[in-house]
């Protein structure tokens, strides 16, 4: 009985934070908030789904697949939003209007995709869309 109340909380749980995640994705404003909104809630959402699953089964078999997986996913889920969110700085995505500051803004170097603790050469930073910024977003209010 206390096993099956864990496994329904486990998997209820893992269902919320995807659902938050899946929310997280149509409401968030700009690619960067989009994607630290899906990588967290995605990848606590199926770890708990997982071990829900794990402790269902009650199999050491499925509890050593289960930790492999979520700590596969722990591992490569933020390195992929990170080298995402990198290319994707690097070629010019517009932050949200409401981003109080840039911290990579005339840090990254364009020729060699180095990110430079020093400021470097305007001629050198990767273009910007600022200008093309939409101006129409609920969120700006």
């Not at 909380?9 to 997280?24: D, H, Q, T």
């Not at 930790?67 to 992929?80: C, G, K, S, Y």
């Not at 869309?129 to 209010?141: G, L």
Request: glycine share 10%; with cysteine.
């Amino acid at each position: 009985m206390l096993r099956e109340i864990v496994v329904i909380v486990l998997i209820f749980g893992g269902a919320i934070f995807m659902a938050l995640a899946g929310l997280g994705m149509l409401r968030m404003p700009d690619l960067f908030l989009r994607m630290s909104s899906s990588a967290k809630a995605g990848t606590l959402g199926a770890g708990l789904i997982l071990m829900g699953a794990a402790v269902h089964f009650n199999d050491f078999g499925i509890y050593t697949r289960a930790f492999a997986i979520i700590v596969f996913l722990l591992l490569t889920a933020p390195v992929a939003a990170h080298m995402i969110g990198r290319a994707a700085h690097f070629d010019g995505v517009p932050l949200w209007k409401g981003t109080v500051q840039d911290d990579l803004k005339g840090h990254y170097r364009a020729s060699t995709h180095a990110l430079e603790s020093s400021t470097i050469p305007e001629n050198d930073c990767p273009a910007t869309d600022e200008d093309e910024i939409p101006d129409n977003s609920e969120f700006d209010r």
